[in-house]
């Protein structure tokens, strides 16, 4: 499948995903949300992948929020578009954050709106010293979507979530760092590299086994002590008995690299 606002690749189970608007700072419009949902499905569903890889083309920015512009000119139907703008975007949230495979998101840039949401889904983030995140909605008179209302709070705590989603100030690379909204801070230049390496590694690691620790991670947020670990119990059990399972113990015991994908 062809995409107009999105770059696609998938080799030896990395996909790259890019976010291809650098003229307009990556920000999402109608049809960077209708094709973030078909890209993401088309990834949720493909065999082969075993790690994501989210960026933003052109380097100044990872993504700027929702494209404000479109939304003005819109008018009156402006209240239909954003239903249908978030009613994708969240699809592809979705598929991000349950899909088997890790999603790294490599942060150049401005991440901002709904790219602030995208960084806050992804399953791990790596930004430059230069990055620049904020949550900018109110800002403009609107208000949070893309899931930050949900992962922002449970990532830095509801003071800090608050602060952030009323004030929209602007957090640097190091002090979103320390606050858990990344995991990592590297050199501008590096960014990218370090995302991808750290995806290499993931895509070669057990993907069933990573897809049911993140629904794990998802549930375990909301559920009571004894549901959840009934859950684990379930999951655990079900790993053992997958051909990821089998391989892990017995590259365990025989002292060697596990082999998840042939």
Same mark, same amino acid.
């Given at each position: ?18 976010? #291809? ?12 949300? =209708?094709?973030l ?24 920015f990872? /993504? ?7 939304? #003005? ?10 239903r ?8 592809a949230?979705?598929r ?23 960084? /806050? ?10 990055a ?16 930050? !209302?949900?992962?922002l ?8 979530? !608050? ?13 979103? /760092? ?20 750290l995806?290499?590694?993931l895509a ?8 049911? !620790?993140k ?40 002292? =060697?690299?596990p082999?998840f994908? !042939?």
């Amino acid at each position: 499948m062809g995409y107009e606002t999105l770059q696609i690749s998938l080799e030896n189970g990395l996909a790259r995903l890019t976010l #291809s608007r650098p003229d307009a700072a990556n920000a999402l419009n109608r049809e960077m949300a =209708r094709e973030l949902m078909q890209a993401t499905a088309e990834l949720d569903g493909h065999p082969a992948v075993g790690a994501v890889l989210l960026s933003g083309a052109g380097g100044r920015f990872f /993504c700027a929020g929702g494209d404000l512009a479109a939304m #003005s000119t819109a008018g009156e139907d402006a209240p239909k578009l954003l239903r249908e703008m978030t009613s994708d975007l969240h699809a592809a949230v979705s598929r991000l954050a349950r899909m088997p495979a890790p999603v790294v998101a490599a942060v150049q840039g401005v991440a901002a709106g709904a790219g602030f949401s995208l960084v /806050c889904a992804s399953d791990l983030a790596i930004a430059g010293e230069s990055a620049k995140l904020t949550m900018a909605y109110t800002r403009a008179g609107l208000v949070p979507d893309g899931s930050s !209302t949900f992962f922002l709070s449970r990532l830095v705590g509801l003071r800090r979530a !608050t602060e952030l989603a009323l004030t929209n100030r602007l957090l640097g690379a190091g002090e979103a /760092c320390e606050w858990g909204l990344l995991n990592k801070v590297v050199p501008d230049d590096e960014v990218v590299a370090a995302a991808e390496e750290l995806a290499r590694g993931l895509a070669e690691g057990p993907t069933a086994a990573f897809g049911a !620790t993140k629904q794990l991670l998802i549930e375990g947020a909301a559920s009571g002590l004894e549901t959840q670990m009934e859950r684990e119990s379930r999951s655990i059990a079900a790993a053992i008995g997958g051909a990821e399972g089998q391989e892990g113990v017995a590259a365990f015991l025989a002292k =060697r690299k596990p082999r998840f994908h !042939t």
